[in-house]
């Protein structure tokens, strides 16, 4: 019983803290986020600011989503050779202490920030600690290319 409302809970939270338009969650993610909360746990460092969750995209298209692309706050989110693409506001957000890690030479985020808004881009940053880390060889420069609005990299 405890498993089953553990792993709801785990879903659920998913929904609220993530807006995309499209959601991929596989049970090797899950594992590997109860591993890293248990490793915190051992450590000591898990505490009401640590990272509860991660997500990992892998070979998504993301299109035409009304708001963000992809909008993280307060958790980890993996991008592996993902298209994020003509979103309304910015492509990649990440907010108040959210990572998003870019991974894999097929990921772009291009044409987001639709609405015109001057304070989106196409990978945005909002708060302290917030961070879009592209790994090598990736530069964010070559990732995130033609957004509208601010452009393709900024903080807020």
């Not at 993530?18 to 090797?28: A, D, E, H, P, V």
């Not at 992809?70 to 990572?99: M, P, R």
Request: proline share 2%.
């Amino acid at each position: 019983m405890f498993f089953f409302l553990f792993f709801s809970f785990l879903f659920f939270s998913c929904l609220i803290n993530i807006s995309i338009t499209f959601l991929y969650i596989t049970y090797i993610d899950i594992i590997n986020s109860l591993l890293f909360m248990l490793i915190l746990i051992l450590m000591g460092l898990l505490n009401s600011h640590s990272y509860f969750h991660s997500y990992s995209y892998w070979k998504c298209n993301i299109s035409g989503s009304a708001a963000y692309g992809i909008c993280c706050q307060l958790t980890w989110v993996h991008v592996v050779d993902t298209k994020v693409e003509t979103s309304g506001f910015s492509g990649i957000f990440a907010a108040y202490g959210g990572n998003v890690q870019v991974i894999g030479e097929r990921s772009r985020v291009w044409g987001n920030c639709r609405q015109g808004r001057p304070f989106d881009y196409g990978c945005r940053v909002h708060g302290k600690g917030s961070k879009v880390i592209c790994m090598p060889p990736l530069q964010k420069e070559k990732v995130a290319i033609g957004n509208l609005g601010g452009g393709n990299l900024g903080a807020t």
